[in-house]
């Protein structure tokens, strides 16, 4: 095996700093033909970064690039495609308003006198389609494409352009279970015609399910490569944090007081369709509790929060925050009595222009402590966004001064975490708190969370990953077409009768009672 | 601080750049004139070259017809004055774009500005009520009616999410057309000079001017007054509103994530229109500022052409790196750029349109500051981080 030219790619002892700091230090890297190659880090490791080097966008400070035993030189995108790499970035990079077909040639277009030749592409593109089963419509604009149907046309990107090595930045971090399972097959199918994948995320079990091999790197040093065959999720675990993780939530029976949220049969349109979002929804979180919303993506749960939380306005019903009615309450009173950590974090959560001292003091800027009549003090932000970053572990180069843009998305999470749980709110809500974050940061925030319920804070979470729902929940209410389908007990359920409920195929009739 | 040295050099290089880029090619460009033209010697293009840099500080032709210069204060004095409506349309353009819209529509704040102030300032009548008090009224009045011109395509985008682009070239035009109408037959227009209706009266007439505080002696034979003084401060006050200010905070946390300021509690909708009235305000502010001068003479049928000082806030604002402190400068480099122009139609057989072209180069190339910073910012990742 140690015939090197039975790499792909060969990374050696690449360097790379930004602005004086090492994020990358001695890293090797060696993708075998034909296998498929997990790379596995904290938020912040510099996964990304090695990647991106290795795409041409950024260029290692130091360091070797071998492609199939050859030394080359890659300096940008298009000496990547030469070699027949190609990349999905973590955040897509199409055109909203071309079709699939023509995000796909852009950049490599078939012409003939100027004209494109749609034609050929499509030819090439449908044997590709069948041959992966990587269903798109080629004709259908990108923004009317769900995510999924985005990724699969970067993939036809990549193959399209005969790349041969394919990375895959964090791609599941942004899908749901039954995308991810369709992604998985389709990996497994192009690994069989022979390309060689490169695949990051922070999903262990999807790690171990289809990689070869798995490359863990900390902090930007190599730690090790082993066989996913050989290993389990508590060994990679350790191996990336460099200590002993607690997969498991330890919580004590939660002890749960006087209500702080009661919402009693909510109604909010659509935008969509003529359907209501959210239909007739009522449930109660109390003091002392977490209750987790389980269900599809796309059930009502993000309406519900938004309607929550005073982005969405209200169709008929009634929310009692703290006993006080607030179902027309704007933003700002509203976030008097909660904190919101929101589902989609690059567009409510962080501002990705600002730093980070901008960033963490988004929610306190009008306090008194930060402004003197009308005038924002400085100093005190500084001080204050750099104790955020200190207690929550936050990993950014360049301390309150980062530009948001820069620092890795989980990272980006972890600071909006400490920023909403400082804020010290009765009620917390948080959708998909540990999307895109890795192991040793998700068990910082889930203990975070119950420690907030501990408190005595009344904790509501929607998530789409069943295993956290049944590990951080007291209660479970799963939504199904806007409605609440089921109300089970964690201790008492299984995750089989949790996704009947989540598919439609159960439903529990409407109690009298509109509480629990 | 090293991080502060570098963000100065960040913004001010690229803008340099633009605009030495943009006096290479008006040099070259006169050379091609003077190699064509058979009236303009090597001597001509060398003296066409000189006042396009420095034509602000030209004393004329000595006696044998070479250039003099040294020390002007007329013409430094009136690259201040002109420097003043610049300097405010500039500031209303760039505190929009930090809210993130673009405020094309400053000719059309500016015509009402213009308009509301000459209003006030000739329709009161100095017998009865204080000079002072008028001039104070008539700066409002353009402040105001500025604001509410800019508030219009604010309240559409903000409201309607119509583009406001698009509102802003509509409500130029509606303030062309608008302004023509109210002076149109009016007793503003001075009848008084036989065969000349195109003009109304100056502000002067009823004893309204801007008091000149002692400029007139720094810079003899200027038309400056404490405008540029008034402007200057008001740059200053923008650089602390938009950078210091919860306001100014609010405004680029909307101009840079609308989603996020909603979340953040924040009305975004009305933000929008405020940072439009600023602008708006601003520029009409710009107006009152020049034409209380009291010497300027507007001529008023403005319906088939926008005040090209309004347009000029634009390049003003991005060579200033939309920063207020900026803008002085930028607005005042503009402002002597004319000069210039003015002194080389004067001097040498070249005529004025070069010197439109070669400002028409630097506003086309200040466009592109943002990509040269782009491109400065590229190559000190790549390289700079080698030890
Ligand atoms: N363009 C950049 N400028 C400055 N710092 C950066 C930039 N990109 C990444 N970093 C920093 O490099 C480190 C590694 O980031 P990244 O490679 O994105 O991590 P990962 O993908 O493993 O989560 C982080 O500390 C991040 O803040
Ligand atoms: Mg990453």
Redesign the interface.
């Known amino acids: 095996m140690d015939n090197m030219h039975d790499h792909a790619v060969e990374m050696l002892h690449i360097d790379k700093a930004f602005n004086d700091q090492k994020v990358l230090d001695d890293i090797t890297f060696q993708l075998e033909r034909g296998e498929i190659h997990a790379l596995l880090g904290e938020n912040g490791s510099g996964k990304t970064t090695l990647m991106r080097i290795l795409f041409g966008i950024f260029k290692a400070d130091a360091g070797e690039i071998k492609r199939d035993g050859a030394t080359v030189e890659i300096n940008n995108a298009n000496d990547a495609t030469a070699l027949k790499i190609g990349m999905v970035h973590q955040h897509f990079e199409l055109v909203e308003v071309y079709t699939a077909l023509e995000n796909i040639v852009l950049g490599a277009e078939d012409t003939r006198h100027g004209f494109l030749r749609k034609d050929l592409a499509r030819k090439k593109l449908e044997g590709l389609i069948s041959n992966y089963g990587l269903a798109v419509d080629l004709d259908e604009k990108i923004e009317n494409l769900n995510v999924g149907a985005r990724q699969r046309v970067e993939i036809l990107k990549m193959l399209y352009r005969d790349n041969d090595v394919l990375i895959f930045d964090e791609p599941t971090a942004v899908l749901t279970p039954g995308e991810t399972e369709e992604l998985l097959q389709i990996m497994r199918n192009l690994k069989a015609e022979g390309k060689s994948i490169i695949f990051i995320s922070h999903k262990l079990n999807e790690l171990l399910a289809v990689s070869d091999r798995i490359t863990v790197i900390r902090k930007g040093k190599y730690i090790g490569t082993v066989r996913a065959a050989d290993t389990d999720e508590q060994t990679l675990s350790e191996m990336m944090v460099g200590r002993s993780v607690q997969l498991e939530v330890v919580k004590t029976r939660s002890n749960p007081g006087e209500p702080v949220l009661e919402v009693k049969h909510l109604v909010c349109a659509s935008a969509f369709s003529e359907k209501n979002a959210v239909n007739d929804v009522s449930f109660r979180v109390r003091a002392g509790e977490i209750v987790s919303i389980a269900g599809i993506s796309g059930n009502g749960q993000t309406e519900l929060i938004y309607a929550l939380t005073g982005l969405l306005p209200v169709k008929s019903g009634q929310i009692l925050l703290c006993g006080q009615d607030v179902t027309e309450s704007t933003v700002r009173k509203k976030s008097e009595n909660l904190s919101h950590i929101p589902e989609d974090r690059q567009k409510h959560g962080v501002v990705m222009e600002f730093n980070l001292a901008d960033n963490m003091i988004l929610r306190r800027y009008r306090q008194d402590r930060y402004q003197k009549a009308g005038m924002v003090k400085k100093d005190a932000i500084r001080e204050y966004a750099a104790g955020i970053i200190e207690a929550n572990d936050v990993l950014c180069t360049g301390g309150v001064d980062s530009v948001m843009a820069g620092m890795s998305g989980g990272n980006q999470q972890k600071a909006v975490i400490g920023r909403e749980l400082d804020m010290d709110r009765p009620l917390i809500i948080a959708m998909y708190p540990t999307r895109g974050v890795d192991v040793g940061a998700i068990e910082h925030i889930h203990k975070r969370l119950v420690q907030e319920r501990d408190n005595g804070k009344a904790v509501l979470i929607a998530s789409a990953e069943l295993s956290e729902v049944m590990k951080l929940a007291d209660r479970i209410l799963v939504m199904h077409e806007g409605e609440i389908a089921g109300r089970l007990d964690p201790e008492k359920t299984t995750y089989e009768e949790i996704g009947l409920y989540m598919a439609g195929a159960k439903k529990d009739e409407k109690e009298d009672e509109w509480y629990e | 601080m090293n ?1 502060n040295r570098n963000r100065f050099l960040y913004s001010t290089v690229p803008s340099l750049i633009a605009i030495l880029a943009g006096l290479v090619f008006g040099a070259i460009l006169m050379l091609i004139v003077c190699l064509m033209d058979k009236n303009i010697t090597l001597g001509g293009f060398w003296d066409g070259a000189r006042l396009l840099i420095i034509g602000f500080l030209s004393k004329g032709r000595d006696e044998l017809g070479n250039l003099m210069f040294g020390y002007n204060g007329t013409h430094l004095g009136n690259m201040l004055f002109k420097a003043t409506p610049l300097i405010m349309t500039g500031l209303s353009v760039a505190a929009a774009f930090k809210a993130g819209l673009f405020n094309i529509g400053a000719p059309g704040q500016y015509l009402m500005g213009l308009t509301a102030s000459i209003v006030i300032a000739l329709a009161i009548p100095s017998a009865s009520v204080p000079a002072g008090l008028i001039l104070v009224l008539a700066l409002l009045g353009g402040m105001v009616a500025g604001a509410v011109w800019g508030m219009i395509p604010g309240a559409l985008k903000a409201y309607l999410n119509v583009n406001e682009v698009i509102t802003c070239i509509l409500t130029n035009w509606i303030a062309a057309n608008l302004s023509t109408l109210i002076f149109e037959g009016s007793a503003f227009i001075n009848n008084t000079e036989p065969g000349k209706s195109g003009f109304l009266y100056k502000t002067a007439a009823n004893g309204v001017e801007l008091p000149k505080a002692l400029l007139d002696k720094v810079f003899p034979g200027s038309q400056v007054n404490s405008g540029i003084i008034i402007a200057v401060i008001l740059a200053v006050i923008m650089y ?1 509103v938009i950078s ?4 100014g ?1 609010e405004m ?2 909307c101009g ?2 609308r ?2 300021a ?6 975004e909708n009305a933000n929008i229109i405020m940072s439009m009235a600023i602008a708006g305000a601003l520029a009409g502010i710009g107006a009152a500022l020049y034409t209380l001068s009291g010497n300027t003479e507007f001529a008023w049928s403005t319906y088939q052409k926008l005040p090209q000082v309004g347009f000029n806030g634009i390049p003003v604002a991005l060579l200033g790196c939309l920063n207020p402190i900026g803008v002085i400068f930028t607005g005042m480099f503009m402002s002597a750029l004319e000069i210039n122009g003015q002194q080389i139609a004067n001097l040498t057989a070249y005529n004025e349109y070069i010197t439109s072209i070669i400002i028409g180069v630097i506003v086309y190339l200040s466009a592109f500051t943002k990509y040269i910073r782009g491109v400065m910012m590229h190559r000190r ?2 390289g700079g ?3």
């Open positions: 991080k602390f210091k200010s919860i306001c905070f680029r946390l840079s994530n989603e996020a909603r979340y953040c509690g924040i009305n990742k790549k981080t080698k030890k």
